[in-house]
């Protein structure tokens, strides 16, 4: 058995079953893979796939057992790495950043910023998705972080560090007729079309919690992961829009006005996740930190030495997060 043909049966799950995309995703040969899979399912004395023809066609029961512990092995041998990469270069190495646009364009620049000041020799990528591709991300070890706020229930395999509280804007052009109101209810947003996040993006789930407690139900029109998006649609009368305050800039949405909607929705946390059993550079640490300045390296230690997210979550009860 090799890491090779691990890798292999790994890659060819998360590229549903398609040999050809696998080989072309790690620059080797779909004969060259077949084979690889072929030989280990035969000293294993068992099928990992199921097949019609040549084509593969699902995981058997067994498989599914193995990918799950390969996906494992190979996390461990990346986390091999990491410590001889401690040791040898600690000021060199990858981060691989899984989030949501508005976390991406209003929340890290600063960070990242200072962080590639620091640390000139390690590669920075971020991946912007779904709350199920982030958490899927964190699974299969291609993100060394994900920032999420929404279904954090996806998260079952990670560790979760909440990081700062943010509320949500109302925002409309200054010639609407709430544009004058600063406070507005959930029966008087009801009358408006709405323009939004799609639902599972930053707090979208908030919003119909909101209107249903209320016997309500919104009447959305459009919907986008990005917020400068749908502040395009809010400037073309389309609707009124909901993002999340951190998404108003005060200079280039100057024709815009955002009205605090902290009392109809409440606040959302935003936090940040690494897989269990991942070993953190010491950069990783230190962009933790920066990012969410009360996460300091043994406050995260502490938070890794506990057996569940719940018992986390109890251990920043008492902490005060910051509003953004």
């Known amino acids: 058995m090799k890491l090779q043909q691990l890798k292999y049966i790994v890659e060819v799950v998360n590229h549903n079953l398609n040999v050809s995309a696998t080989a072309e995703s790690l620059y080797t040969s779909q004969p ?3 084979k690889q899979v072929r030989l280990l399912e035969d000293e294993l ?15 058997t029961q067994a498989g599914e ?18 410590v001889a990469g401690e040791h040898t270069h600690p000021e060199m190495g990858m981060l691989n950043i899984s989030t949501t646009h508005t976390q991406a364009r209003y929340a890290l620049p600063e960070v990242i910023k200072g962080f590639t000041a620091r640390y000139p020799k390690v590669s920075l990528h971020m991946h912007q998705g779904t709350p199920a591709q982030m958490s899927e991300s964190i699974a299969k070890g291609s993100a060394s972080f994900a920032i999420a706020t929404e279904a954090l229930h996806l998260y079952h395999d990670a560790i979760m560090l909440p990081c700062y509280h943010w509320n949500r804007a109302i925002v409309v052009p200054k010639d609407h007729p709430l544009a004058k109101k600063d406070h507005i ?16 993006f930053s707090g979208r789930s908030e919003l119909d919690a909101a209107f249903h407690q209320v016997g309500l139900t919104p009447r959305v029109v459009f919907t986008a992961t990005d917020a400068d998006v749908i502040k395009t649609y809010v400037r073309m009368g ?25 009392h109809i929705f409440g606040a959302s946390t935003t936090s940040i996740g690494f897989r269990r059993g991942t070993f953190l550079r010491t950069y990783m640490y230190d962009f933790m930190e920066r990012f969410a300045p009360h996460l300091t390296r043994p406050v995260v230690e502490r938070a890794i030495s506990l057996k569940s997210n719940h018992e986390i979550e109890e251990m920043f009860r008492d902490i005060e997060l910051p509003v953004r």
Do not use: C, W
Not at 45 to 59: A, C, D, P
Not at 191 to 199: G, I, K, S, W
């Open 32 to 34: 060259g893979i077949s």
């Open 45 to 59: 004395g068992i099928q990992i796939f199921e097949r019609s023809g040549k084509h593969l066609t699902q995981v």
């Open 65 to 82: 057992d193995i990918v799950r512990i390969a996906t494992e092995i190979l996390s461990r041998v990346e986390s091999i790495k990491s």
């Open 185 to 200: 209810s959930v029966e008087e947003l009801a009358n408006y079309p709405l323009v939004t996040y799609v639902f599972g």
């Open 238 to 262: 389309i609707g009124v829009g909901l993002i999340a305050s951190m998404a108003m800039d005060a200079i280039q949405d100057s024709d815009l006005v955002a009205i605090n909607a902290s």
